[in-house]
């Protein structure tokens, strides 16, 4: 398998393409926290090596075997964490600094470890976890930003690993599973209104363009 290195780059550029349509070297740069020339370096090396391709001037495409390499590197880490929060009691904004480490462990106690929690299909940021065999079936969902104003939907997953980001959104309801009764832009302005079901109530927040457009929502029936 590909060094750890490697691995990581692979994944961050496969998580930035769920978020963004084009990937550029600024943006990934941002995400493995190293500066421009230090990734454009490392990504020299990886489309030599047939894991990445470039897209445009300052755009990445995953290829075949770069994507093949991320799936496995996302597994990994979202089985491991879904194991922390499951076992050890951890909360999503405390996965960040701790989960990268699952990519250096052995497979075989990854995989005994997603057998202990009862093989969740989902990490606890709400995104599947890729299959053994390296499939990623991402379902039919959309950013809050983009939902039809009043349509009732549930939030499907959260791209974001910024730990002031999750605590927020916690202290809000808006986790994975949360219900939202409607949804709906305020006028003049960029911030959407939110209404969450809550266990015996249900509650108002409003959110910048900014968190809705990391909170992926699916269609939800009243029925």
């Known amino acids: 398998m590909a060094p750890y290195t490697t691995q990581v780059l692979l994944k961050e550029v496969l998580l930035e393409s769920l978020e963004e349509k084009r990937v550029t070297l600024g943006r990934l740069g ?19 090596r047939g894991y990445l391709e470039r897209d445009g001037a300052c755009g990445l495409r995953l290829t075949d075997a770069g994507t093949r390499i991320a799936l496995y590197a996302l ?5 491991f964490e879904a194991y922390l929060v499951h076992e050890l009691g951890y909360r999503w904004d405390e996965l960040s600094p701790t989960a ?30 890729p299959s053994h065999d390296g499939h990623l079936r991402l379902p039919r969902a959309a950013p809050l930003c983009e939902w ?11 791209l974001s690993n910024d730990r002031e980001i999750l605590r927020y959104l916690a202290e ?8 939202l009764v ?3 832009r305020i006028p003049f302005g960029d911030s959407i209104k939110v209404r969450v079901e809550g266990s015996d109530s249900v509650q108002e927040h409003v959110i910048g363009a900014t968190l809705a457009r990391m909170v992926y929502v699916e269609g939800k029936s009243t029925v």
């Open 182 to 184: 409607s949804a709906a």
């Open 30 to 48: 941002k995400r493995l926290g190293v500066s421009p020339p230090a990734v454009s370096r490392r990504v020299q090396r990886l489309v030599r």
């Open 75 to 79: 597994r990994k880490q979202e089985i």
């Open 172 to 179: 809000l309801g808006l986790t994975p599973g949360a219900y």
């Open 148 to 158: 039809l104003p009043g349509r009732p939907a549930v939030i499907s997953y959260v």
């Open 100 to 129: 990268t480490g699952a990519l250096r462990m052995d497979d075989a106690l990854i995989e005994r470890m997603y057998v202990r929690i009862g093989r969740p299909p989902r990490c606890p940021h709400g995104l599947p976890i």
